[in-house]
T-cell receptor
Framework: QQQVKQSPQSLIVQKGGISIINCAYE??????FPWYQQFPGKGPALLIA?????SEKKEGRFTISFNKSAKQFSLHIMDSQPGDSATYFC???????????FGRGTQLTVWP | GAGVSQSPSNKVTEKGKDVELRCDPI?????LYWYRQSLGQGLEFLIY????????KSGLPSDRFSAERTGGSVSTLTIQRTQQEDSAVYLC??????????FGPGTRLTVT
């Protein structure tokens, strides 16, 4: 059973465009929602994270939007750059300890 | 500071052999996680340690898989009688806050 559902599986965006990746969850006990970025041959790296008491968090060109009632959250990459081409994973966790549940990932390609 | 390190970076083994994968977490991080990533796939949880104990080992795929952590630091993931389906990248992560996970570069295991 997939605890976190992520879409789309792949995304192609023109340089300068907006990339949007969506995730949905069912478990209302989740209280921490990070996004990870992974380049080929590397481990995933934390990009940005949000808690459910906040509806939006922005760090540079990266923004998380969180909709608690809909149990959905999304990553927006503004002014997408070729260097943003990577695989992005959303995740969720239910307590301060314990596993992170990951989405299946989105492969983003930004064309110059 | 030093990040999570894993060794070896690559391991090729014959079907039926045992392998040991090592993870050195970030110093002071009490939580340690093992995930597995198959080619083009998402992140599959294997096991989680808090200190030297493993409160959640529910992701281990079979009894051929085991892991231990000693001194609250280094962890070893052992796969006995390897099978071709065990081929994947094995990722280790550590955490101090119970929130952000910091991943290592992974060990690419190929079973021939």
């Amino acid at each position: 059973q997939q605890q976190v559902k992520q879409s789309p599986q792949s995304l192609i965006v023109q340089k300068g465009g907006i990339s949007i990746i969506n995730c949905a969850y069912e478990n209302t006990a989740f209280d921490y929602f990070p996004w990870y970025q992974q380049f080929p041959g590397k481990g995933p790296a934390l990009l940005i994270a949000i808690r459910p008491d906040v509806s939006e968090k922005k760090e540079g060109r990266f923004t998380i939007s969180f909709n608690k009632s809909a149990k959905q959250f999304s990553l927006h990459i503004m002014d997408s750059q070729p260097g943003d081409s990577a695989t992005y994973f959303c995740a969720a966790r239910g307590s301060t300890l314990g596993r992170l549940y990951f989405g299946r990932g989105t492969q983003l390609t930004v064309w110059p | 500071g030093a990040g999570v390190s894993q060794s070896p970076s690559n391991k090729v083994t014959e079907k039926g052999k045992d392998v040991e994968l090592r993870c050195d977490p970030i110093s002071g991080h009490t939580a340690l996680y093992w995930y597995r990533q198959s080619l083009g796939q998402g992140l599959e949880f294997l096991i989680y340690f808090q200190g030297n104990s493993a409160p959640d080992k529910s992701g281990l795929p079979s009894d051929r898989f085991s892991a231990e952590r000693t001194g609250g630091s280094v962890s070893t993931l052992t796969i006995q009688r390897t099978q071709q389906e065990d081929s994947a990248v094995y990722l280790c992560a550590s955490s101090s806050s119970g929130r952000a996970l910091y991943f290592g570069p992974g060990t690419r295991l190929t079973v021939t």
